[in-house]
């Protein structure tokens, strides 16, 4: 089992800049890669990005790409996203991923999840 658990939400301006944290713990030598989505109020849950944690190479879903920058401490066991430029519309609930395997990760199957970290960006 992998546990995950996230930090750094809370309420911001617009225009500022926030980073938030996932670290993980238990069988972490399981992880293939970890990523970030979010879950605006009334929305689905959409995918920001993944990290391969040895590799440490970042990929972003094409609407993150600018803005949003993940990274990961050395030993791979925490991940965190960065997001500049603030705006309104980056309110959500933040949940960070970890899945054991390229195959799962291909196929959007993330095993484990945290519980989430809340960002409110007012205007």
């Known amino acids: 089992q992998v546990q995950l658990v996230e930090s750094g939400g809370g309420l911001v301006q617009a225009g500022g800049s926030l980073r938030l944290s996932c670290a993980a713990s238990?069988?972490?030598?399981?992880?293939?890669?970890m990523a970030w989505f979010r879950q605006a109020p009334g929305s689905e849950r959409k995918f920001i990005g993944r990290?391969?944690?040895?590799?440490?190479?970042?990929d972003y879903a094409d609407s993150a790409k600018g803005r949003f920058t993940i990274s990961r401490d050395a030993d791979g066991t925490r991940i965190y996203l960065q997001i500049d430029s603030l705006e309104p519309e980056d309110t959500a609930v933040y949940y960070c991923?970890?899945?054991?395997?390229?195959?799962?990760?291909?196929?959007?199957?993330?095993?484990?999840w945290g519980q989430g970290t809340q960002v409110t960006v007012s205007s």
């Open positions: 991923a970890a899945a054991t395997s390229f195959g799962k990760v291909v196929k959007g199957e993330y095993e484990y």
């Open positions: 238990g069988r972490t030598s399981s992880v293939y890669a």
């Open positions: 990290i391969n944690t040895s590799i440490g190479r970042p």
